[in-house]
C-alpha cells in the first residue's frame, strides 16, 4: 500500500471547518470530523445530539452489533459520564465524540491507543489523532520545553504526561475526557471499585468471555498476526488466538544480536512446530529514505528511527495483516512498572526512571500528574495508574500511532476498560510474583504453553529475573540503571 496520510489508518480531525488534507468528512451539527480513506467513522443522532465513533470498535459483550453501538450509548445515556460508563464494556482502537447541542465532549479508548491531541484555545476548538496536523493548520512551532524533552531522552519514549512538543497542543491521557466548555480535561477514573478484590479465578473466567468475544469480533474484519517472543505476554495473546483464528500468522523479528540459541527465537519456533501454527522469522530492514521522509512530513521529525524500522520491515513481509500486540498484558496483567514495591516508593523519582527521560522538564511533568492522580487517586495504585497512563497512554500509543501513519493496524484484544478494571482487582504481588492472571488463564484455555520456558534462555533475562526477585534490589537497581543511563546519554550527546 502506498504511503500516504489518506491510506493511513485511525486517522481524524475534529473542528468546525473541514481539514481539506483528509478525504472524508462527515459533519456533526456546527462541527466537522475528517478523516482519512482507511478510517472508519459511525454516527448516530438523536433530538440534534450526535454520537461519533471513530476507529474500530467492538462490544466486548458481544451483544451490540458494530453499527448499532453509537445508538446504544446514545439512547442508554443522558450524560457524558452515563456514556463513558457504557462504553467500559467496548474494546478495540476508537475516540468517542458526543455532540450535544453546543457542547463537545470527547474520549479515547482503554489505553488511548487512538490518540485525541486537543489545542488549547479559547476560540477555537480542535483536536486529531495526530498533533502535527494540528500544528500545521495553526503554524505552530515546537515549544522550547518540548525540544529539551523530546532531546533528552530516546525518540523511542513517549513525552510525559499530557505534554506534546507544542506549547499549546495537549495530550488526552486514558481515563479522561475532553471538555469543550473549559477547553481541558476532566479526570473520570480513579473509582472505589478497585478496592475490592477478586477471586483469581473468577477474573480468569470473566477474562476468557469478554476477549473470546473481542476475538471473534476483531477476526471478522481483519486478518490477524501474533508477534511472538518467549515471553508470557506474546503466549497469552497466543493463547487466545491460535484455535479461534483460521490461518493465524506468528512470527518473530530477528533483531541484531540475535543468534540460533536466542530466547526469542528458540521457544517461538518450537511453540509454534508443536501446534502445527505457521511462522516465521523476520529479519530486521532499515527503511529507505522515501519512507522515512513520509513520516517526518506527517507525524515529524522526532520519532523512533528503530520503530519506523520496524513498521518498514512489517510492511514488506506482513502488508494487510492486523498486528496483536500484548502491552496490556505486561503493563498491567503482570504490574511490570510496580511489581511488589510499597505504595511509598512510587515517587516521582522513582517513575522519572520509567520515563526515560533525563531532563528536569520531564520531571517536573512526571511530578504535576502524580500530584494531580493523588486526590483522585483513592486505594489505586500509582504503579498501576502510571502504567495504564504514561506507558500505555503514552509509549504504547505512540508506537500504534506511527503504526497507522504506515497503514499498519496494530490493535489489542485486551484493550477494553472493563478487562483492565477486573485485572486492577487482584493484587499486584500476584500478578507480579505469581504471574496469577496469565497463568490462570493458560491453565483453562491452553495448559500446554505452561511447558515452554518464558525469558529462561538468556543470561540478561536470567540476571534480570534475580534482581527483580526482591523488592530492594528493583527498586535500587531501577535508580543505579537510570543513573548510568543518564550518564551515558549526556556523554554521547554533549
Known amino acids: 500500500m502506498k504511503l500516504d496520510i489518506n491510506n493511513a489508518f485511525f486517522t481524524y480531525y475534529f473542528a468546525d471547518y473541514r481539514l481539506e488534507t483528509l478525504n472524508r468528512f462527515n459533519k456533526l451539527g456546527k462541527y466537522i470530523i475528517s478523516y482519512s480513506d482507511n478510517t472508519e467513522c459511525m454516527i448516530a443522532e438523536k433530538g440534534g445530539s450526535f454520537l461519533c465513533i471513530t476507529g474500530f470498535c467492538v462490544d466486548a459483550h458481544g451483544e451490540v452489533e458494530r453499527e448499532m453501538i453509537p445508538s446504544y450509548l446514545l439512547d442508554n445515556s443522558e450524560n457524558i459520564l452515563q456514556i463513558i460508563n457504557n462504553s467500559n464494556r467496548l474494546a478495540g482502537k476508537f475516540v468517542v465524540i458526543y455532540v450535544d447541542n453546543a457542547d463537545v465532549y470527547a474520549f479515547s479508548d482503554a489505553t488511548a491507543s487512538m490518540q485525541i491531541n486537543y489545542l488549547r484555545d479559547d476560540d477555537a476548538l480542535c483536536f486529531s489523532s495526530n498533533e502535527k496536523l494540528i500544528a500545521d493548520h495553526y503554524n505552530l512551532l515546537m515549544s522550547e520545553k518540548g525540544k529539551i524533552i523530546r532531546n533528552s531522552g530516546e525518540f523511542s519514549q513517549a513525552m510525559p504526561n499530557d505534554i506534546t512538543p507544542y506549547e499549546r497542543i495537549k495530550f488526552l491521557l486514558p481515563n ?167 505504595e511509598i516508593l512510587a515517587t516521582t523519582s522513582f517513575l522519572i526512571c520509567k520515563l526515560h527521560n533525563f531532563s528536569s522538564e520531564a520531571k517536573e511533568e512526571t511530578k504535576k500528574w502524580l500530584k494531580g492522580t493523588k486526590e483522585h487517586r483513592g486505594s489505586a495504585s500509582a504503579y498501576d495508574l502510571f502504567a495504564w497512563e504514561n506507558r500505555l497512554g503514552r509509549w504504547a500509543s505512540q508506537i500504534s500511532m506511527l503504526y497507522a501513519n504506515a497503514s499498519i493496524s496494530s490493535l489489542n484484544i485486551f484493550n477494553c476498560r472493563e478487562i483492565i478494571l477486573l485485572w486492577l482487582k487482584v493484587p499486584r504481588e500476584l500478578r507480579y510474583d505469581d504471574k496469577a492472571i496469565h497463568k490462570s488463564i493458560f491453565s483453562l484455555i491452553a495448559p500446554e504453553l505452561l511447558n515452554y520456558p518464558c525469558n529462561a534462555y538468556n543470561v540478561s533475562d536470567k540476571m534480570s529475573g534475580i534482581i527483580k526477585s526482591n523488592s530492594i534490589s528493583y527498586y535500587l537497581a531501577t535508580n543505579f540503571k537510570f543513573l548510568i543511563q543518564k550518564l551515558q546519554f549526556k556523554l554521547n550527546n554533549g
Not at 470473566?206 to 468475544?213: A, E, F, M, P, S
Not at 503493563?331 to 510499597?342: E, M, R, T, V, Y
Open 176 to 342: 479522561n475526557y475532553l471538555d469543550s466548555k473549559s477547553k481541558t480535561s476532566c479526570r473520570f477514573y480513579p473509582a472505589d471499585e478497585v478496592s475490592e478484590h477478586c477471586d483469581i479465578q473468577d477474573v480468569a473466567e470473566n477474562t476468557i468471555k469478554l476477549v473470546d468475544n473481542i476475538v471473534s469480533q476483531y477476526s471478522k474484519y481483519y486478518k490477524l498476526s501474533c508477534p511472538l517472543t518467549s515471553g508470557w505476554d506474546s503466549r497469552l495473546v497466543l493463547a487466545f488466538l491460535k484455535n479461534a483464528v483460521d490461518d493465524l500468522q506468528c512470527y518473530t523479528f530477528n533483531h541484531p544480536g540475535f543468534s540460533e540459541k536466542t530466547g526469542d527465537l528458540v521457544i517461538p519456533k518450537k511453540i509454534t512446530s508443536d501446534l502445527g501454527l505457521h511462522h516465521m522469522v523476520i529479519d530486521d530492514k532499515e527503511a529507505t529514505e522515501d519512507y522515512i521522509e513520509y513520516f517526518n512530513e506527517t507525524v515529524g521529525k522526532m520519532h523512533s528511527a528503530r520503530t519506523i524500522n520496524l513498521a518498514y520491515t512489517y510492511n514488506s513481509r506482513l502488508s494487510g495483516i492486523a498486528l496483536i500486540n500484548g502491552d496490556i498484558a505486561g503493563q498491567i496483567g503482570k504490574s511490570i512498572i510496580g511489581q511488589k514495591l510499597p
